[in-house]
């Protein structure tokens, strides 16, 4: 596709609930980030993938919070049982490569955790 | 650490005023700054970005290392600049570690007719 794409747009989940995010990147970007945006706040780093490999997870709030990419393209954000605090919209965005790329948003994926 | 601040959430012009979104950033090496922006029910989108020294949409920004600063400004507001605009910050690419952005909170800019 021409851009980053992510599914679904939008996710209601009841608190305990676990949820899936997808990411699927420009093609052939090496580089996946993960963000998660409060509102009224900026985006905020969760993870970091090179290719197929995991290279920085520093931003994840919780061990609720997984994300993979096992074959070094699409990418899914996985949290487990789902609490309040995880109300955001989750971002996902790519580059070409790990040098000074421009890197681009998809449109997001709006949890809402009730 | 890095840091951005943006000390205003809300910034309302006339249409043809000029404007001037604040950015401050906390950073003890060489970053590269952008400028994000996001326009209503759209995906963020690179605006600009320190290292290119361009003009895009009138708007300019220059990086003042002696103040850690990186306004956003345009001289002539227009209607379609409405949207919320965020600052934010690349480090040194470490190598092994991510090249992430670090985000201010973001200014929303309202331009009135």
């Known amino acids: 596709g021409a851009g980053v794409s992510q599914s679904p747009r939008y996710k209601v989940a009841k608190r305990g609930q676990d949820v899936a995010l997808r990411c699927d990147p420009i093609s052939g970007h090496v580089s996946l980030f993960w963000y998660q945006q409060a509102l009224g706040q900026g985006p905020e780093f969760l993870t970091y993938?090179?290719?197929?490999?995991?290279?920085?997870k520093s931003g994840l709030p919780s061990d609720r919070f997984f994300a993979e990419r096992p074959e070094g393209s699409v990418s899914t954000l996985k949290i487990q049982r789902t609490q309040q605090e995880d109300s955001a919209v989750y971002l996902c965005a790519s580059s070409l490569t790990t040098t000074r790329n421009t890197i681009y948003f998809g449109e997001g994926s709006w949890l809402t955790v009730v | 650490a890095q840091r951005v601040t943006q000390p205003e959430k809300l910034l309302s012009v006339f249409k043809g005023a000029p404007v001037e979104l604040k950015c401050n950033y906390s950073?003890?090496?060489?970053?590269?700054l952008f400028w994000y922006v996001q326009y209503s029910r759209q995906r963020l989108q690179l605006l600009l970005r320190?290292?290119s020294r361009e003009s895009i949409k009138g708007f300019t920004a220059d990086l003042n290392k002696g103040e850690t600063s990186f306004h956003l400004k345009k001289p002539f507001a227009q209607e379609e600049d409405s949207a919320m605009y965020y600052c934010a910050l690349r480090g040194e690419y470490s190598g092994a570690g991510s090249y992430q952005l670090t985000f201010g909170k973001g200014t929303k800019l309202s331009v009135i007719p």
């Open positions: 950073y003890s090496g060489s970053p590269e």
């Open positions: 320190h290292i």
């Open positions: 993938f090179q290719n197929e490999a995991q290279l920085d």
